[in-house]
């Protein structure tokens, strides 16, 4: 019988008697290891199970794009296709002073952004820290916890010198505020729910931005709320105004998003408001959602399908699942321990701890992947270290390249979401750069590769022409840029009053 991913169990020599084996001994060649053909047998297995196909790439852009169509035309759809109220490109022109609030899974982030033109700008922040008490106190106390800052910021940074703020100068400000929020105009919103951890009381299906304003007139600041925004719109306003070909900016980091700017004739879902057809608007498609429910598109395998039923919110964020790079780590263990389950791997050690829940981070895959070493020992370190296991080189090489599998299917997933805008909006022939953020893009070997390579497959030579890059910041620059668009607007009589 093959021994339990407890450690024990037993076999039979040829002599007919019976060995039990209940202990993990240091000595690697005393344990039972899988042979080199075994774990390629494996491999075999699941590279069938985790590779997409151009064809199927193709299929998922199709049904991809219809989902975007229907986000544009119904309201409360899976994909829900916000209207942001933020009216086209910036120039690259915008100038002044502006500041900027982010509010963070765990920090606070205020910014001076000083605009200098011509896609140029100087920024100047202090982060402050966000106790677990106040994520979940009264909302009214965490708005004034935030103006509490922008009042010690804007005290800090009033002075004569560059990069300070003159005295009695009143300034715009933009709010990154990356929470779902229905919105019907730009410094407006009604928070749907609260989401990374925050719970805090009495403001949900309330107007966050009135709450905010109260508390900035307790402190007396001399500070406009201009603009309340989601973090991918910011990222792709501040990514066109340094970058006037990006026409697209996505996140892929432990969620994933991603905004492009709608020709506002197209949101049939906001005809009632009277905006000129002719206007464009940035939508935030909160496009982890994709496929949820129904699962009808995408290729979830047994693996995916534990992650989501275990998940807190099961059936929910199906696209997001697949590819963000919370649940990347807690495919590769699932698949391990259904091989210890089958007496493949790690006989006679013991697996209790391979055994807990998202314990195998993401950052391991990365590790794995980009490992130099003949020997593989970025891979020793951490199944010795982490996991107390010892392995061969063969199950090494497996490891490795079961990571590279369940990371080149998230980054080609990934393609196929940006392929669907850019099939809708016709960018295919002109060509456009995609903003890119989130640790995945940014820290995952050869992630942005494997998108571009992904292009190419749904698109063949033309998609070449889509050119992925590092964003730039935009909860920070991006929020304070469309500040100063709004400002420009409201100025110029073109704000929207619904």
Known sequence: MPASRRGSGSFTLTTGQTIAIHTRTQDEEDLPHATKKTMADHLRKYES???????????????????????????NQIVP???????GWPTGQEKGDFLALDLGGTNLR???????????????????????EQKQDDGQKLFDFCAECLHTFVETNTGEGAGQLKPGQSLPLGFTF??????????????????KGFGAGNTEGRDVAEMFKKSLEKYQLPIKLTALINDTTGTLIASHYVNPKTKIAVIFGTGCNAAY???????????????DPGAEMAINCEWGAFDSFEHEHLPRTKYDTVVDDTSNKPG???????ISGRYLGEILRLVLCELI???????????????????????????????????????IGIFTHFFALETTLAERQFFRALAKLIGRRAARLSACGIAAIVSKMNYLDEGCSVG??????NKYPGFADRVHEGLQDIFGDKGRNIVTYHAEDGSGVGSAIIAAMTKHRKDAGLYLNV
């Open 316 to 322: 929910e964020q199906a696209f997001e699942k697949l």
């Open 436 to 441: 890119a953020d989130g640790s995945l893009y």
């Open 178 to 195: 990356s929470y779902p929020c229905s919105q019907e105009r730009i410094d407006h919103g009604e928070l749907i729910r609260w989401t």
């Open 110 to 132: 205020v910014c001076l952004v000083t605009l200098q033109g011509e896609g140029k700008f100087e920024i100047s922040q202090t982060k402050y820290r966000l106790t677990e």
């Open 341 to 379: 389950d089958e007496g493949v791997l790690f006989l006679g050690q013991n697996t209790y701890k391979l055994e807990k829940p998202y314990c195998f981070d993401t950052a391991f895959l990365s590790l794995m992947e980009s490992d130099p070493t003949d020997e593989l020992l970025m891979v």
């Open 261 to 275: 700017m709608e020709n506002v004739k197209n949101i049939t879902k906001i005809e009632h408001l009277g905006i």
């Open 81 to 87: 296709m916000i209207p942001t109220y933020v009216f």
């Open 49 to 75: 199970l985790f590779t997409l196909t151009p064809q199927r790439m193709r299929m998922i852009v199709e049904a991809f794009t219809e989902t975007l169509e229907l986000g544009l035309n119904k309201p």
